[in-house]
């Protein structure tokens, strides 16, 4: 079988009436894959998108059928893809990333220091880099191709962008993803919280089913998608240390003629930093 499309971590395959989608142990990090594996990453991956979307099944259905790969064709019963891979239901997919963002860091809180806002929403003056935001805000952003950059939108803009796609529907489509998206992250960043884990903010996806129902896609609350912070020693004031691939980049950062190539000391710490994340939210050792 070969993948009909492919993300920068992301593979997926048509199954007839389904997709499989594959989290390969990629890594990318400023729109840009690297040149290293992260090995189990991509299990880490789909095995935490499961613990959430069952954990939130009562807020929007999602697209999940099952991870297991017996229920796959044959090309999928093999320790390559165990684990790695989620059947899920065929959607038309949305073209907007529905981000949220609980905390002020990275490129919001670069945007607070210069005006004020973030995203061109108005906040309170005198936070500090990673305070608590006093209500959770949403920031939409267009979905670029591979090689691209997305772009940060605002509410009346992704009315436009929707209501393009699917005309009639702009502003029902738009109201419904910002308000699944912040009853979401304050379920789940609740629940993260109870477990040592702060959740800054994080992305997600939605698409329509053949009825025209809003559903939950792609990943959910990854450190691939999400910022995550230990609650324990959280201090507003400076940035925090991550269980996700912040700790990627800041490598990056430091190391800009590296070529995208990691050394692996780096590669274990953050498998070791997922590996950690996914122990203390679902209580249990990734198992394969």
């Known amino acids: 079988m070969k993948p009909i499309k492919e993300g920068k971590v992301r593979e997926v395959y048509d199954n007839g009436d389904s997709i499989i989608m594959v989290a390969t142990d990629r890594i990318s990090a400023f729109d840009v894959i690297l040149k290293n594996k992260i090995v189990n990453k991509g299990a880490v991956l789909t095995q935490m998108s499961k613990f959430w979307f069952d954990l939130t099944s009562d807020i929007v259905p999602n697209h999940m059928l099952s991870t297991d790969v017996n229920d796959m064709p044959e090309f999928f019963r093999n320790d390559e893809y165990k684990g790695k ?17 609980g905390y002020i860091t990275g ?3 670069a945007s607070y220091k210069e005006n004020g806002t973030v995203c061109g929403i108005k906040l309170p003056a005198g936070l500090l880099e990673s305070d608590k935001l006093p209500e959770p805000i949403y920031t ?70 053949e009825d025209g129902n809003i559903v939950l896609a792609d990943e959910m609350l990854t450190p691939d998608s999400s910022r995550f912070w230990p609650l324990e020693g959280y201090e ?11 700790f ?36 249990k050792e990734l198992t394969l």
């Open 248 to 283: 990627v980049r800041d490598w990056l950062k430091a190391n800009p003629d590296s070529d995208y190539l990691l050394p692996q000391d780096v590669i274990d710490k953050t498998i070791d930093k997922y590996l950690e994340a996914y122990k203390l939210l679902t209580g």
């Open 85 to 101: 891979s989620m059947m899920c239901k065929k959607l038309t997919m949305l073209p907007i990333e529905c981000i949220v963002r």
């Open 236 to 246: 507003a004031g400076h940035g925090q240390p991550s269980f996700d691939k912040q």
């Open 140 to 209: 939409p952003s267009t979905k670029a191709e591979i090689g691209d950059h997305d772009e940060n939108i605002s509410f009346e803009r992704s009315i436009e962008v929707l209501e393009k796609e699917f005309p009639g529907h702009g502003m029902e489509y738009a109201k419904a993803l910002r308000d699944n998206t912040i009853a979401l992250y304050k379920k789940c960043a609740d629940y993260a919280l109870t477990k040592g884990i702060i959740i800054a903010d994080t992305k997600f996806e939605f698409g329509l089913d």
């Open 107 to 109: 490129s919001g809180w």
